[in-house]
């Protein structure tokens, strides 16, 4: 008897990943292809396709594909739409999960927003299995962020709740791609530490080899890297990025209750350069009434994690709707 198997799909700016993840969590294959080369959305879908069947092949003698989960910048669940996702090549509305199920009419296709997918990943194959409450960070290029409550994913009436990233935490701050101005992920990212890491350079007379990297050839790993080596602008860009983030996450500890945060991506690898300062930021603005009771984590997914949080979706709507 053929086991089942969920196909989870990322869609990035430069790439779209995909994989075949079997309920206990078991990573069987994956492919991927660029997604900035093409302008047509039909084109896309058409070389996705064959890629995914291609790849199926592999291990469709003993699987049977059940489902598919798809994580996209600007996904709206309840619609199956990618809607004005400003890094991706097709402009406006795009109905993503009517345009698949083309190729596949006979299967559930899931859609949500690639941060939402983590937190459902978390909770079905990584730190939160077991947990009803927790939220889910991602710190890349900007800041992501899942909520779970009662054991349900917050998306809100119109499908796109949770962007922690766009609270303004500095009214009339840093300029954001969201148009507005002082939202958290531009001071919480790998692209919020650059610019903190030129903002201490400015304030502080510390000797540090970041002085010498022009500024599109910063980034955050060069940041953590020296301040792993004792760098004080460095250290001090990492404890000011921890301030800011800590802060958020006392206020919205305050409106969910969570049981655990935990963070993920690129950013998070910092460690404990990041974590500590972060907690302890955290606990200094936090309501007493929830003083050291909300736990501070790395994700337990570190390897393919988006498509992880991907697939998730296929495993969580089946329980969901006992099939």
């Not at 199926?56 to 996702?85: S, W």
């Not at 206020?251 to 998070?268: D, H, K, Q, W, Y």
Request: negative net charge.
């Amino acid at each position: 008897m053929k086991r089942e198997v969920a196909l989870g799909i990322d869609i990035g700016g430069t790439n779209t990943k995909f994989g075949f993840i079997d309920r206990n969590g078991e990573f069987l294959t994956s492919g991927s292809i660029l997604t900035a080369q093409h302008a047509d959305i039909l084109d896309f879908l058409k070389e996705l396709y064959m890629a995914i069947e291609k790849t199926f092949d592999e291990i469709r003698t003993d699987y049977v594909l059940v489902g598919i989960g798809i994580g996209a910048p600007n996904g709206n669940y309840y619609k199956g739409t990618i809607e004005y996702a400003p890094n991706l090549p097709w402009p406006g509305v795009i109905h993503f999960t009517d345009m698949l199920k083309e190729y596949y009419p006979h299967l559930p296709v899931y859609l949500t927003n690639d941060a939402d997918a983590a937190a459902i990943g978390e909770m079905i194959y990584g730190g939160a299995k077991g947990m009803k409450d927790f939220i889910v960070i991602t710190l890349g290029t900007g800041l992501g962020s899942g909520i779970v409550s009662n054991g349900h994913l917050i998306y809100g009436h119109d499908g796109f709740a949770g962007e922690l990233g766009h609270v303004i935490v500095s009214p009339n701050g840093r300029q954001c791609g969201c148009g507005r101005q002082g939202c958290l992920e531009t001071y919480v990212s790998a692209t919020g530490v650059k610019r903190t890491a030129y903002k201490m350079m400015s304030k502080y007379n510390y000797p540090s080899d970041l002085r010498n990297i022009p500024f599109n050839e910063m980034t955050a790993q060069l940041v953590w890297e020296s301040a792993v080596k004792g760098d004080m602008i460095a250290i001090n860009t990492f404890k000011y990025t921890g301030k800011m983030l800590g802060e958020a996450l006392a206020n919205v500890v305050a409106i969910t209750s969570p049981e655990a945060i935990f963070l993920m991506g690129g950013l998070s690898k910092a460690g404990d350069i990041l974590f500590d300062p972060t907690k302890d930021h955290m606990e200094i603005n936090m309501m007493k009434v929830f003083s050291n009771k909300v736990k501070l984590l790395p994700s337990k997914l570190v390897k393919n994690a988006a498509i992880y949080g991907a697939s998730a979706l296929v495993w969580d709507e089946m329980k969901e709707r006992s099939w």
